[in-house]
């Protein structure tokens, strides 16, 4: 039922070769107001990025911006809090997405079974995904982990877990839990649509044959899941790199700069140190990094959307 | 798995009964499984719902109340607030779902029924500006809405937030566009049909459903964003994720209000969710799962 396409279009209508320049402008003419909003919007804050990453521009003092060479980028590279920042975005949303991505195929192998209830307890498995990030912040901050009166406290008292105050002790590990419990419910998903298009008669063939449910899963279900998993984890990737809202929201980078990931520390950049241009140099060297993984990221994208074939 | 496979190992079970059993027990026993888990990670939204009927004083207590008796005040505190908030969410939400359609489409025809020539470039193009993190610009982005009188507009958000979902609905549209079928097509053209009643008069009913789990996606992202609302708004464009963080105060107890106010602005996105569920894959797949 559930595939993943090719996405090329029909043959019949592609090759543009002798057409008139009349039909190539009538081709290109619908595409150009998304194109040209795209690079207007998208591209222009990048480039003025690149234009203030060589400025002196604080916004707090009256003084005009004036160049300063590459100082500001000397900055980023000899700064400690930069590193450290980018160690942890990595840290988080790696960690973030594997548990996800484990615990997504955990429930959607327990999903694809038939049993009493399967669409209400899809229904409670996908909700976590569609609370609003800045609330799943603030009740788990609140409600969920509060030190005296949260209910995880109260759930772990017979574990012998006392009033433990998660946002100072583990902040990090907490951001991270709430970052998963978020994102479990998306690769859920994507594997649940993988196990669902796998073709029943092969499945059926591997138990007639004696196969266990274990090599079963091993052997054949999870070489068929590999571009559902790679999937899940590229679109994952690219979400949960910009985690903001459960860093400012439950610890505000902290305690100290416990789980201040790259987004929190170019928010802090603007909004305390009034620092535009040394925010723009890390804004371009984060870019920069971005451009290196996205390549490998859109190469994973063709592959997984089955074109990387020239020809067309 | 029935009798059929018995003969196999002949030793046991002579009758199919307590095997059927044994599955049958299996099969409940999975089935127990799926629902605690479905339960556990439903927990925090269940556990943020109940709160939001608490009175402030029942929400502050240990060990935490199940049992109490329900009172709506602090939704009506929510409600007496979050005017201007919601109003704003909705513009932004709306307007910048419209634009996104108005643009998305006639792109996605240009990549997939009448493809240019670079079809593949353009569509990489748009998803590689998924990839740049928008934090990196947030201060240069605020020097330019500063400038162009925009800082704090909910014009800014509108256009923000259709770039921001733009990519994610040509995919998707164009992954629909795909599906139909040439032969309307054909037969559209012998006709005479233009391109504009191709795309009005075949191709937009036969995709509307698509467009709508489309919008679907456009309005959660949307909805929930609140990076941009709280670098760029301050009062005049405030959205309902910064309601939410005013809703916790320096001091004194908070946690049933919070709550409330994390029910009603989290409630319209969840219905919408529950509703599109069958179309949520596709979308968060950007079309690439059916």
Request: glycine share 6%.
């Amino acid at each position: 039922m559930t595939v993943l396409e090719g996405v090329a279009p029909p043959e019949v209508e592609v090759r543009p070769r002798g057409v008139s320049r009349r039909d190539r402008w009538q081709r290109r003419l619908p595409l150009l107001p998304a194109l040209i909003y795209t690079i207007v919007v998208t591209q222009i804050p990048f480039v003025v990025t690149l234009w203030y990453s060589f400025q002196s521009y604080f916004w707090n003092t009256p003084a005009p911006a004036h160049f300063n060479g590459v100082s500001n980028y000397k900055t980023v590279f000899t700064n400690a809090a930069f590193r450290s920042a980018l160690v942890r975005s990595v840290g988080m949303t790696a960690t973030a997405v594997i548990v996800a991505m484990i615990l997504g195929v955990a429930f959607a192998v327990l999903l694809d079974r038939k049993f009493l209830g399967r669409g209400v307890v899809r229904t409670l498995i996908i909700t976590p995904f569609l609370v609003m990030p800045a609330a799943a912040a603030l009740v788990w901050a609140g409600p969920m982990l509060d030190p005296n009166f949260g209910l995880l406290n109260y759930l772990l008292e017979p574990f012998g877990v006392h009033h433990v105050a998660w946002l100072s002790t583990h902040a990090l590990g907490s951001v991270i839990v709430v970052m998963i419990w978020q994102w479990t419910p998306f690769m859920t998903l994507i594997i649940l649509a993988g196990l669902q298009s796998q073709p029943p008669d092969t499945l059926e063939a591997a138990k007639v044959d004696g196969a266990g449910a274990l090599a079963t899963f091993r052997e054949l279900t999870l070489p068929h899941l590999r571009p559902y998993i790679e999937l899940g984890v590229l679109l994952g990737s690219i979400y949960l790199v910009n985690v903001f809202d459960a860093v400012r929201l439950m610890t505000n980078g902290g305690p100290g700069t416990a789980t201040t990931n790259l987004p929190f520390y170019l928010f802090q950049q603007v909004n305390n140190a009034f620092d535009i241009g040394g925010a723009a140099a890390t804004g371009v060297v984060t870019v920069i990094l971005t451009i290196i993984v996205a390549t490998f990221a859109l190469r994973m994208f063709a592959r997984v959307f089955q074109f990387e074939e020239g020809g067309v | 798995m029935t009798a059929t496979a018995v003969p196999a190992r002949p030793v046991k079970d002579r009758e199919p009964g307590p095997q059927k059993l044994r599955e049958m027990s299996r099969q409940v026993g999975w089935g127990v499984l799926a629902w605690v888990v479905g339960i556990a990670f439903f927990l925090p939204v269940l556990w943020m719902v109940l709160t939001a009927f608490k009175p402030e004083s029942a929400a502050q207590t240990w060990p935490p109340r199940f049992a109490f008796s329900p009172t709506l005040a602090e939704f009506r505190l929510v409600f007496s607030g979050w005017g201007p908030f919601v109003t704003h969410s909705v513009i932004a939400t709306v307007g910048s779902t419209v634009l996104v359609l108005l643009l998305g489409v006639p792109a996605s025809y240009a990549l997939s029924v009448h493809p240019v020539k670079n079809w593949r470039d353009g569509l990489f193009f748009f998803i590689s500006t998924k990839m740049l993190p928008i934090v990196a610009a947030i201060g240069p982005l605020y020097v330019i809405a500063l400038k162009a009188h925009l800082l704090d507009s909910i014009w800014l958000l509108i256009i923000l937030y259709t770039a921001m979902n733009l990519p994610l609905a040509i995919w998707m549209i164009r992954s629909f566009m795909l599906e139909v079928p040439r032969e309307l097509l054909e037969a559209a053209r012998l006709d005479g049909a233009g391109r504009i009643r191709e795309i009005s008069g075949v191709i937009l009913p036969i995709i509307s459903p698509g467009l709508v789990s489309t919008a679907l996606i456009c309005v959660i992202f949307a909805w929930n964003e609140l990076f941009l609302a709280l670098n760029l708004t301050v009062t005049n464009a405030a959205t309902m994720p910064m309601f939410l963080i005013s809703s916790v105060p320096q001091e004194g107890l908070y946690l049933a209000h919070l709550s409330a106010a994390a029910t009603v602005a989290s409630i319209p996105v969840i219905l919408v969710g529950w509703i599109a569920q069958r179309s949520l894959v596709r979308g968060l797949s950007m079309g690439a799962i059916k």
